[in-house]
């Protein structure tokens, strides 16, 4: 019942920050139990972690990525949103949003739900 979908630019400038946003239906994005994260996907390459914001507002940031990365949520749109400053080729990506399990045990339950996706382009 809980869906993601991003939304966003499909083409920015080199220098350019990207903007991104996560619109999320069947689930609060200030409920208990979860957080939200955004991940992307080169070409050819692996998942990459970006950042994530708790249930209550408290913030994570890729090391390789904080310098130009910010993560924020608009709670009454029920949203999220990425900003990704200074981009370059390599930042080419699909980019996810995705929900995260949190549990009391500390293990690691991984996503439950994922967006389709949107594809970013960087080209001038």
């Known amino acids: 019942q809980v869906q993601l979908q991003e939304s966003g630019p499909g083409l920015v400038k080199p220098s350019q920050t990207l903007s991104l946003t996560c619109t999320v239906s069947g689930g609060s994005i200030a409920s208990s139990n979860y957080s939200w994260r955004w991940i992307r996907q080169p070409p050819g390459k692996g998942l990459e972690w970006m950042a994530t914001?708790?249930?209550?507002?408290?913030?994570f940031y890729s090391p390789s990525l904080k310098s130009r990365t910010s993560i924020s949520r608009d709670t009454s749109k029920n949203q999220f949103t990425l900003q990704l400053g200074s981009v370059t080729p390599e930042d080419a990506a699909v980019y996810y949003c995705?929900?995260?399990?949190?549990?009391?045990?500390?293990?690691?339950?991984?996503?439950?739900?994922w967006g389709k996706g949107t594809l970013v382009t960087v080209s001038s």
């Open positions: 914001i708790t249930d209550s507002g408290h913030i």
């Open positions: 995705a929900r995260k399990i949190v549990t009391a045990d500390g293990r690691d339950y991984g996503m439950d739900y």
